[in-house]
T-cell receptor
């Protein structure tokens, strides 16, 4: 699986958009970009994933550059409950959809009041 | 659905004792994963199963660790004998279409 690079930490004001970057310059054509987050002491939680088109769901938006070498997770209106470690992962989605997911160190996002 | 259920939530044991962690995946999920998390090493994949069959156990640290999945609704991770360096939070996750659902974890402390 391609490796990812994320800033170790970021801060965001409550109510503002949080933009979390991820570099994955060695991504292959069949690798998806996945985002998970882990709130303190809880299990990681799936947020969103995409291949090359931008994606949006009720939690966040995922913007993938045209060359697919980087992406940005956007939390449009961050709340204090969004304080967590955010993991960007690239992996092949095999037939059936599940191959092993390898987590890096992620970005610690702190949302400030 | 109740989600992925892990037990025990907390376990404190002494070095040399056997530890068994349990996991009930979400019904209908055909993949099950065991992860370990420590401050030093982050989240590490230990082993995963597909349709109850172990697919990749390359992350299992050594022979003291073993995992089984006797049926689609139950899996165990066993450490025998346990050592202080095994202290960590152990997560179980299940999946069907690529999105992993994690349990709340089992926090293990080996004294």
């Amino acid at each position: 699986d391609a490796k990812t690079t994320q800033p170790p930490s970021m801060d965001c004001a409550e109510g503002r958009a949080a933009n979390l970057p991820c570099n994955h310059s060695t991504i292959s054509g069949n690798e998806y970009v996945y985002w998970y987050r882990q709130i303190h002491s809880q299990g990681p939680q799936y947020i969103i994933h995409g291949l090359k088109n931008n994606e949006t769901n009720e939690m966040a938006s995922l913007i993938i550059t045209e060359d697919r070498k980087s992406s940005t997770l956007i939390l449009p209106h961050a709340t204090l409950r969004d304080t967590a470690v955010y993991y960007c992962i690239v992996r092949v989605a095999g037939q059936g959809g599940s191959e092993k997911l390898v987590f890096g160190k992620g970005t610690k996002l702190t949302v400030n009041p | 659905d109740a989600g992925v259920i892990q037990s025990p939530r907390h376990e404190v044991t002494e070095m040399g004792q056997e530890v068994t962690l349990r996991c009930k995946p979400i019904s209908g999920h055909d993949y099950l994963f065991w992860y370990r998390q420590t401050m030093m090493r982050g989240l590490e994949l230990l082993i995963y199963f597909n349709n109850n069959v172990p697919i990749d156990d390359s992350g299992m640290p050594e022979d003291r660790f073993s995992a089984k999945m006797p049926n689609a609704s139950f899996s165990t991770l066993k450490i025998q004998p346990s050592e202080p360096r095994d202290s960590a939070v152990y997560f179980c996750a299940s999946s069907r279409y690529g999105e992993l659902f994690f349990g709340e974890g089992s926090r293990l402390t080996v004294l």
